[in-house]
């Protein structure tokens, strides 16, 4: 038989090191509510009875109580949402020739332009002012596009390291639950509901990075 070399060779080997990509968080099966639910889940395999089953249900039910709570008190802020201000090109009349009042030909304000670049909440207001430069007098165009400025960068990380220390507090508590109603189980079934916990955080864990993009 012969041996592959070369170019081939380096393909295989290319092939076999190569890192595969992880499935999109859609494709994937949903995980269970918490480490409790993921040993339930393999009851048949431990062999746990009536009483077993009842006691780790009973402890994921009051477990779930607390993580709706911690939810509640945690939750990430929203970003604030820029001021209502006045649409472009709406601020008070100059007293300049090309803001006549009545009898002039031109009500005040009207000729600025309200295109792609006027009044949106974007999070950089960066297009507040883009189109009012022409045609518009002193007195209005600058102070109508500085109104609706929205705040940038900070609050965005404030919601990051919220969402993370929530995710902190939501797994201790998982923890907690789990080493409470521990005991329930027999010595030969603990080693095994251990593994079943752990795996559940490990793919929590996995979830929540592919979330936030890392």
């Known amino acids: 038989m012969r041996r592959c070399t070369g170019p081939l060779l380096l393909l295989l080997t290319a092939c076999a090191s190569a890192p595969v990509a992880p499935a999109p968080l859609a494709d994937l099966p949903p995980l269970p509510r918490s480490s409790i639910v993921a ?7 431990l062999g746990l009875d009536d009483a077993q089953v009842a006691a780790l249900d009973r ?3 009051e477990l779930q109580v607390q993580l709706s ?6 939750m990430p802020p929203a970003e604030p949402r820029p001021a ?6 709406m601020g008070p009349p100059s007293s300049g020739p090309g803001n006549a009042g009545p009898g002039g030909g031109r009500a005040p304000g009207m000729g600025m332009s309200s295109g792609p670049g006027g009044f949106q909440l974007s999070p950089s207001g960066g297009g507040m002012g883009g189109g009012m430069g022409g045609g518009a007098g002193h007195g209005g165009a600058g102070h109508g596009g500085a109104a ?3 705040p940038t960068g900070p609050p965005r990380r404030d919601a990051a390291r919220a969402r993370e220390a929530l995710d902190a507090k939501l797994d201790d508590a998982d923890t907690r639950a789990f080493l409470k109603v521990e005991p329930v189980l027999m010595p030969a079934q603990r080693e095994r509901a251990r593994e079943l916990a752990s795996r559940y955080r490990e793919q929590l864990f996995e979830r929540r990075e592919q979330q936030r993009g890392r």
Not at 39 to 45: F, I, K, T
Not at 84 to 89: E, F
């Open 84 to 89: 209502a201000g006045p649409p472009p090109g």
């Open 148 to 150: 609706g400025a929205a």
């Open 69 to 74: 709570r911690l939810r509640a008190e945690g």
């Open 59 to 61: 402890a994921d039910a």
């Open 39 to 45: 040993v339930l889940a393999h009851r048949g395999e």
